[in-house]
């Protein structure tokens, strides 16, 4: 009958899940009775099922205190799939493993000196082996693949369609590259989708997260699942505010010339003041330089007049910014709630990410943890 | 055990959901047993408990062709739970009951010819009086009422936040009002999610739905679910186009003051052609008249402009107009996504909704009917 096949995965579902909470320590069968409300022989046969596929490994049996049989304990068995996350930038690549647990095995970064797909693609591979090496893993024990691209991604392919900041990226099917290495599954993601998706974290509700150094991306979370919409939504960088109205070959958006960290240090100069970068800009606006905060309010205000039609269609919860112009702090922050204060309605809060780097590996090997947590939970 | 009632409540909801499938007629058991899977004894155990509860009704068994046992056949009772819908608007309310199948029963309209919000109360009571006795149900009857209202709504407290179309109404608790009327959950919605709601219908994907007349507003619809966010999301009207920066005390929002359905007619005064609406301004335009012509590509590069970095970062399938200026056609549909495509990385589909009037009367009425059903399915 099909209605006890999809109970038995539900229980073998909520078994594992109670596990996983069960703060990693061993747990015995009764604590599973417990903490799931099932029955002890259908807690036993999911155990016994578990126990079968790897996921869970058992230990010593406790001998019970009341002198009764011995207590079986089992815990997840964290090595059963480890996943891989890669972020591939044009000036870095990172690798890192996870185990099931979530719990990073091996992260190592690497700078990319030169400039082309071919070269990026050898990094790619010698910083992986090294990772993997370092977790101990083997190539082919991968259970998931999560790569993160700059770029426009077609996600049912797995290629990049188009990353101006990369040379020749698009022309590599980056999937069947890396599926050479990894017989599993390789899924290809936008890097600030990936960084939205860490930002998020546990949050609830919906989120525009933004990722913003020299380039200028986002990505929308809406109680924890990606939006992409159509296309690819979060697409900040390409707003065009009023007064930038031409697009330039650079393949960056409008809004990224606008007030990306190159800009602001454009605006600083224009200005008047000499800052070496946008840091300084912004340590000096933090002194209570006027020029300097004046600049600052200039590019809160730029931000805030262009997402605001997006934050009255959208209504997000927060607005968390990550990356480098992050280190701005509460003086950036401050400028834009007042200016989005003024254009919304419902002026969401606007939060710095408490993630300090590695913000795209980080959402790669949670994607890919959950890809393989809903297939484990689905078969 | 927990887990064979939850069984239960998925092949009760598998059956009920077989029944309302089967296209209104009455259905025999060996036709739900196939149409579900589930095995006899499940099933007949099911529509008993469907019977006991009101939701089916039995009709005179049908003799078996094989000479067997009479055949049982069932039916949905569209009467077990009528749901009442509610537009209400400055001018015009609007009152419909629909059966649980989501045939409308009886559908009622009458103009408001004196503002405030006690003459509006008055006039609703009476359309619904009228509505409910052309249906055959008692106001006790009704199983769920959804209003529409313009405005912001606190939806937790069913109150009206701020309206200023509707002066006082604010003050009312349209809640209470109707519960010591209808001994029934009462939900109050923001107008322009509901007709965000109707104009999706069995639509996938993200959908911007825009309603576009005197009033602009809109909502954004993702896979057939209202996305609220953190407030009221799809106020599109609030965005401030370049070059309308200041808010005035109507209430109004920037963009709807400048292309709502009045604008678009000064507008074309401005231009130096006389027409007494918009909607001569559009047939003009349709007609070849370069005047005209050129007013509706200003409106249409207004909004295209204005909701840009909304498409940019919410990324929908499609943007639906519907209202007043859903009339515009073509000459305006076209327009828009001229203008959309040199703005977005990936222009939506644009298009006019195919529901002529009672939009947010279809939308009330399909959440409404919603509400039954998902607690129906829950009980």
């Known amino acids: 009958m099909q209605g006890t096949r999809v109970l038995r995965r539900i229980n073998t579902a909520a078994v594992l899940d109670a596990v996983r909470r069960g703060a990693g320590g061993p747990v ?46 089992v815990s997840l068995n964290g090595r059963a799939a480890p996943v891989l996350g890669l972020d591939v930038g044009p000036h870095t690549v990172t690798a890192g493993v996870a185990d099931l647990a979530g719990e990073q095995l091996a992260v190592t970064r ?23 090496a370092a977790a101990d893993v083997a190539p082919a024990d991968v259970a998931m693949v999560v790569v993160g691209t700059p770029g426009i991604v077609d996600r049912e392919k797995g290629r990049v369609l188009f990353a101006p900041s990369i040379p020749g990226w698009s022309s590599i099917d980056l999937t069947a590259h890396l599926r050479t290495r990894h017989p599993c599954p390789v899924e290809v993601e936008n890097d600030a989708n990936l960084a939205a998706l860490a930002v998020a974290d546990e949050r609830t509700g919906t989120l525009l997260a933004v990722q913003w150094g020299e380039r200028l991306g986002g990505g929308v979370v809406i109680d924890g699942r990606l939006h992409r919409g159509a296309g690819e939504a979060g697409e900040i960088g390409f707003i065009r505010p009023p007064g930038h109205d031409v697009r330039d070959d650079t393949g960056r958006g409008p809004l990224e010339r606008s007030i990306g960290a190159e800009a602001i240090t454009e605006l600083a100069r ?27 309010d200039q590019v809160a205000r730029i931000f805030a007049e262009a997402v605001a039609p997006a934050v009255l269609v959208l209504s997000p919860h927060a607005i968390v910014i990550s990356g480098g112009v992050a280190r701005a702090g509460e003086v ?10 003024d254009l919304t309605l419902t002026p969401p809060r606007v939060e710095l990410s ?16 959950d890809r393989v947590w809903a297939a484990r939970l689905a078969t």
Chains 1, 2 share one sequence.
């Open 270 to 296: 224009a200005a008047g003041t000499r800052k070496e970068d946008a840091a300084a800009v912004f340590t000096a606006a933090a002194d209570g330089d006027p020029t300097a905060l004046s600049v600052v």
């Open 28 to 73: 015995r069968l009764t604590e599973l009775v417990e903490s799931t409300g099932l029955t002890r022989p259908t807690v036993a046969q999911a155990v016994e099922e578990l126990l079968d596929s790897g996921w869970l490994r058992q230990h010593a049996a406790e001998p019970s205190s009341l002198g009764g049989r011995p207590a079986v304990r």
């Open 354 to 369: 408490e993630l300090a780097e590695n913000t795209v590996l980080t959402g790669a090997l949670r994607m890919a943890l």
């Open 332 to 341: 950036l922050v401050a400028a834009i709630r007042r200016h989005l204060a």
């Open 110 to 132: 690497e700078p990319v000196r030169r400039k082309g797909a071919k070269h990026l693609l050898g990094v790619l591979g010698a910083v992986t082996e090294r990772t993997l």
